[in-house]
């Protein structure tokens, strides 16, 4: 079990009733004591905020929603101990990459806005948990009515005001990730295992960051992406900031057991099956996946994947476009810019193959790519493919327009909604 959810020791079964013998956790409910103390100091919400984003990772990591996450459902194990554990998941439901639920389930001032628009996945937790930090640093809830249909009309209508008391004395870093976290659009919305890589959120404890499936599934999707849109989406990666990078980093380490420096087949193999299984008991990404993702997203083909290709590879693109526009607008034109070496606004044959030629070398360029005489992979041929990503209007150049739309697709042919 984990150390943040409540243990289950045993059910028993008599004639009329059937029992559950659970662990003890005689110190209260979280809510009571948010009620005793008014709110909390920042240390202290940052040490609980941490516990129940770690619940959430965990039942995320292994395919589970909880869907009521609120203040009542998690115990204190002692009166005066700081350690919480997350209790009562009768509403909790299994869920596969990309399932989406459409019942509205849950505590009305705990609710994301995507419930009630009935289209929403494991995402609607970690906005649950936004809303527990808002009420741990201010007493009270970011959205309020006086009824049920009130308190939805103002989750709806998101006005999220921090600049009345106490949110002028709170830390800039606090506001950062309960932001983030209080994200309108799901898409855009940080993850359980990315908010625990927050400055704020781990504190002075550097403790585990569980694995972030939506990471693994990033590389998944990467490795499928074709020569130019790795290329744009390395670009991309360079104007990111070591901040900004974090969450991937700690993601990094988790992956990479042995501390060498790069991830190995074997250690892929092994996060992806801490993934488990779906509902239905079939693995969420078979072994034989693995191989192709390995192949993907090792630009230099050493057999491993080093810091620097984990990062492209694992970078949330649909996150980054929808949490703030102006700064992907801003990356994606310097990403372009690098690549239109003589700055006439294209991306042409010339500048293509040296960006190409250049990101791994010819010997990666050939990888699985064509063949031309005497056994040597056609460069021409691979460079010319790589255009036709982008090139819709069949001018043998790429434009700015074209570069942003090859990095909207959710694949090298399909463009996301």
Request: net charge negative; proline share 3%.
């Amino acid at each position: 079990g984990h150390e943040n959810i409540v243990r289950l020791h045993g059910v028993y079964e008599d004639d009329k009733h059937i029992h559950i013998v659970m662990e003890l956790c005689s110190g209260g409910e979280l809510f009571d004591k948010i009620i005793a103390k008014g709110h909390y100091a920042e240390k202290d919400a940052a040490e609980l905020v941490r516990q129940m984003l770690k619940v959430v990772a965990e039942c995320h990591l292994n395919g589970v929603i909880h869907r009521d996450l609120k203040p009542e459902n998690f115990l204190f194990i002692e009166e005066d101990s700081s350690t919480i554990k997350a209790i009562d998941f009768g509403l909790s439901e299994f869920f596969s990459p990309g399932t989406k639920f459409t019942d509205v389930v849950g505590s009305a001032y705990y609710v994301a806005p995507e419930v009630l628009k009935r289209k929403y996945g494991p995402l609607a937790d970690v906005w649950s948990i936004g809303v527990i930090m808002y009420i741990l640093l201010s007493g009270q809830p970011p959205f309020w009515g006086p009824t049920e249909s009130g308190i939805f009309n103002e989750i709806l209508r998101y006005k999220l005001d921090l600049s009345k008391a106490p949110w002028p004395q709170i830390s800039r870093s606090a506001k950062d990730i309960l932001l983030k976290m209080l994200t309108f659009d799901p898409r855009a919305r940080i993850t359980a295992a990315q908010a625990l890589s927050h400055a704020w959120v781990k504190g002075e404890n550097a403790s585990d960051i569980p694995l972030d499936m939506s990471v693994i599934n990033n590389m998944k999707e990467f490795a499928s992406y074709g020569r130019l849109k790795k290329l744009a989406i390395k670009k991309l990666a360079q104007t990111f900031s070591e901040e900004e990078i974090r969450d991937l980093k700690d993601q990094f380490k988790k992956i990479d057991t042995d501390n060498s420096g790069t991830i190995t087949h074997a250690e892929l193999v092994e996060s992806v099956r801490h993934m488990r299984t779906n509902s239905d008991g079939v693995q969420v990404i078979p072994d034989i996946e693995v191989d192709k993702m390995l192949e993907g997203i090792d630009s230099d083909g050493n057999g491993e994947i080093d810091i620097s290709e984990f990062i492209v590879a694992g970078l949330h693109l649909n996150q980054l476009q929808r949490r703030d526009k102006s700064a992907w607008k801003k990356r994606t034109k310097l990403a372009f810019d690098s690549l239109d070496k003589d700055k006439d606004g294209f991306i042409d044959y010339e500048e293509l193959r040296e960006g190409l030629l250049g990101e791994g070398g010819a010997a990666a360029l050939a990888e699985g790519g064509a063949e031309g005489g005497g056994g040597k992979f056609d460069a021409k041929q691979l460079v010319r493919e790589a255009l036709r990503e982008a090139d819709k209007d069949g001018n043998g150049k790429i434009d700015y327009e074209e570069f942003c739309s090859l990095l909207r697709s959710k694949s090298s042919g399909k463009t996301l909604n």
